[in-house]
């Protein structure tokens, strides 16, 4: 075990979600002590137990609504989306606040959409201070709400997760799985987040203690169409997609979804290595998941 790793202890909230399954893996390997949270979010003595049993050093919160199948499932369910990403999650930045312990939130940049200040195709990305315009979704709503609010605690640290990706295709909730098992799908290029390379740089980020508002996700966008075509080159050479118009997919789904860029500057400030979208999809997703030709001459 490193030294310099024992200083550390990791309580991390959505054991049973992606992500959070993800982060204790990634402590594992790192040799980080870490367990999961088992209060809920909105009980605030049901944390308040499990800080005092932990005595971690830091907080994550990889749990929440994101709906399911998808975020059409928070317009039904309003009071359930309320309880874990609103009280949920201000009980627990509320809680860390008065023990004194920095609070990772993994959030979401799904609160913005292209608009004339930040037009698509323009490289003009929303910026970290940048208030939100996309309320279209319940969730968006509910997601926008509690940046601000928690932007008034000085121990939290929220990063903006858009259309999130990982090396593994077999996940239904990659975006990349998403979208080759759609019947068709939209081109529109967007800010996404490489789980691969950008959890490592969450979990160094609360070891150097640093909180406000961070926009989590690769530098550049990347439409839907480049990433089948990515799918098309590196996994399948004979995937085929169809496309259609926002118009069209807005017959198909209840609440309308957010398409934009995040400026990731700040980010790139603090970790330099950080990769450009497509070679990060490269390097990270497609590369590992090649399917090489049997016969290789």
Known sequence: ????????????????????????????????????GSGRLENRESLEADIASARPTHVFNAAGVTGRPNVDWCESHKVETIRTNVVGTLTLADVCREKGLVLINYATGCIFEYDAGHPLGSGIGFKEEDKPNFIGSFYSKTKAM???LLNNYENVCTLRVRMPISSDLSNPRNFITKITRHDKVVDIPNSMTILDELLPISIEMAKRNLTGIWNFTNPGVVSHNEILEMYREYIDPNFTWKNFTLEEQAKVIVAPRSNNELDATKLKQEFPEL???????IQYVFKPNRRRPLLEN
């Open 146 to 148: 509690v940046e601000d």
């Open 275 to 281: 990769l450009p979208i497509k070679d990060s999809l």
């Open 1 to 36: 075990m490193g030294s310099s790793d024992q200083a550390f202890k990791f309580l991390i909230y959505g054991r049973t979600g992606w992500i959070g399954g993800l982060l204790g893996k990634l402590c594992e390997a790192q040799n980080i002590d870490y367990v999961y």
